[in-house]
């Protein structure tokens, strides 16, 4: 809290950074010691790996055979860009984001609004809305396996679609993995919009309610508009979180049926065929379109992540 | 505090220098391996004690998680049971403490020829053969007289299988799902039409690729025909060797190739009530079937091998020892009758109990000794991933061009030119 506290706002850092007083100085400095042990553990923890995989992927080496290692370059990025299977997944990858993000939007949006207005039992409203998100991501994922398999499965019973074999078609095994995600993972969303919400002075709604605006003007014209930053935080940590899917896709089709995503790439080539360079190779791509998907974000949609933390 | 405590854990963990402890790495059964573990812990008198620790279901992740510990050079994995196929990789890499030739006659003599030579690398015995699987046509004896087939006749063919399972409105199942038990059926197509998919593993990635040949595109064809028909299972694409079964129980249940192990779980099965009691009465076996009638079929080869970690404490002492306990011929016996999984020495066929256990133990020996072992290479996994990806789904399957595009395939993969 304290640094928040002496933080100059924007418009007198401009002004004031001319002349720094001692007392300013030696606050900085103590604040960089203070802050370079944890710096430290970061670049241990986050960066010695990455740049490991970095070097890594310059080789081809396999696990099963270290001393057939060789110097290649950047041949292994190239075998993976150059491979329609790299692309195919990216594609794959896109869809299951795009498609739950939004959906997960508009549902979380609608339950958070639920939970916002909730007059009675808000507690058990709330906490039956959040439940899917506290369930282990691995065990959701064989429960709704389970629950579309032919021979265990309720589903088809259900719907009466007798025969029908969901994880044999790549849309339709797409269809499970993505609604189990959707599932899943709404309450996360909802979760954020709720405390968007409730950052909406309620007299802005009430003035415009005297003005005369409808309950779906109310929404588009102030709602909204007011809980933008939490809308694209929300939208921006569940791309991150969807792009980099692996648990449902493992679980239920172990990647056939062409549902296989970027993630699940990376894991067969380290982790299956040990295949460290190649591997590592397809892992640092992944890396970048992460770190591509944070810039376009925060650049281009201006999401100021203090916002949500409530530091207006 | 903190750590006093962690070191007085680690003490406990490495057993504070009392009997040494062999750690055995087990495919899950149902504890025949564990009884076999405390069976020889009991006939070492003391020398050593076997623990077994249990790895995952399946072989690829058997494999992976095989790999990361010797990898990793770890000193605590003495003995590890193999899927066949992996040996070959983990001789090469160097992961295996190889037989020295007078121990290596004691462990393979009297075993099954595919287990021997599963077991070899380079011309050295890198693991024991502990047991030996195989898969066999498993029927219901009324399917195949309302199809009006006798798969027990000479010369019985997939063509007539899956013709016969058309007209009679029954099923066929096998294992279509991409993995393992898929390349399983792939080769033991190819071998049973006399091919193979390749040759000269010893060179590594300059392998030479014979699937695009005469029989692999009959292997194909025939794939094609029985994913394209009525009798294949509706989940054939992601069907495992459970699934399989179940298709059998099932109303339209007729005919599946399937390991041994089925006829406990269907005996069991229908003692516990799971599925109807005639079931059992009904079942029949006949060998693996033909991809031409003037041509023994050679049925697939599985089993496990006991591997000997290079990096272990008691690799030259205890874990020979141990080993030599549990491969030896009546605990072969003992662990078939415990656990169901065929021996991998054919005397073990002519014990009366094993005749009374398993009816088709006669029919299982031979199957073994005709059976064709998948590629024998350290680039396994990636042969066989690269055939699982160009033969999967089984319905796309075509002659004309599966077994062409996968040659070329693995060639691509083999060298890092291609993902997989």
Known sequence: ?312 | MALTVLAGGLTACSGGGGTPTLNWYINPDDGGQAKLAAACTQASGGKYRIKTSVLPNDATQQREQLVRRLAAKDSGLDIMSLDPVYVAEAANAGFLRPFPAGEAARFTEGVFPPAVQNSTWEGRLYAAPFWANTQLLWYRKSAAKKAGIDPKAPGFTWNELIDGAVRSGTTVGAQGNKYEGYMVWINALIASAGGRIISDAEKGDDATIDIDSPAGRQAAAIIRKLARSSAASPTLSTDIEEQARSLLNGPRGGFMVNWGYIWRAENGDAKDGVIDKRIPADLDWARYPRVNANQESKPPFGGIELGIGAYGKYKDTFSVEAVRCITSTENMKKYMIDSGNPAARAAVYDDPEIKKEFPMAGLIRDSINAAAPRPITPYYTDVSGAVLSRWHPPASVDPNTTPARSAEFIRQVLRDQALL
């Open chain 1, 1 to 312: 809290m304290t640094a928040v506290h002496s933080a100059p706002a924007p418009g007198q850092s401009r002004a004031g950074r001319a002349e720094i007083s001692d007392r300013s100085r030696a606050e900085r400095r103590l604040g960089l010691l203070l802050s370079a042990p944890a710096v430290l553990v970061m670049l241990l923890v986050t960066a010695y790996p990455l740049i490991n995989a970095l070097y890594l992927s310059l080789f081809s080496y396999r696990i099963t055979a270290p001393d057939d290692k060789r110097f290649v370059g950047l041949a292994n990025y190239w075998t993976a860009l150059s491979d329609p299977l790299f692309w195919q997944d990216v594609f794959t990858t896109f869809f299951i984001t795009f498609v739950t993000v939004a959906v997960e939007l508009v549902i979380g949006f609608g339950l958070a609004m639920v939970m916002h207005r909730a007059l009675f039992a808000r507690r058990t409203v709330r906490t039956a809305i959040l439940l899917p998100y506290g369930i282990v991501t691995v065990i959701s994922a064989f429960a709704w396996r389970y629950a579309f398999d032919l021979q265990s499965g309720f589903v088809n019973s259900w719907f009466g679609l007798g025969d029908y074999a969901w994880f044999s078609g790549r849309w339709s095994s797409l269809f499970v993995i993505i609604l189990s995600e959707i599932w899943k993972t709404t309450p996360f969303v909802s979760l954020l919009l709720l405390a968007g919400l409730a950052q909406v002075p309620r007299d802005l709604g009430e003035a415009a309610t005297v003005d005369g605006a409808t309950a779906w003007q109310r929404l588009r014209r102030v709602t909204i508009p007011n809980m933008k930053a939490a809308i694209l935080v929300a939208v921006l940590f569940r791309t991150l979180d969807a792009w980099r899917i692996f648990d449902n896709v493992f679980i239920m089709t172990a990647g056939q049926q062409k549902t296989e995503t970027l993630s699940f790439l990376t894991y067969r080539q380290t982790i299956t065929r040990t295949a460290i360079g190649l591997g590592d190779a397809v892992g640092v791509l992944l890396f970048l379109s992460v770190v591509l998907i944070a810039f376009v974000f925060i650049r281009g949609f201006r999401v100021d992540l203090s916002q949500v933390r409530g530091d207006r």
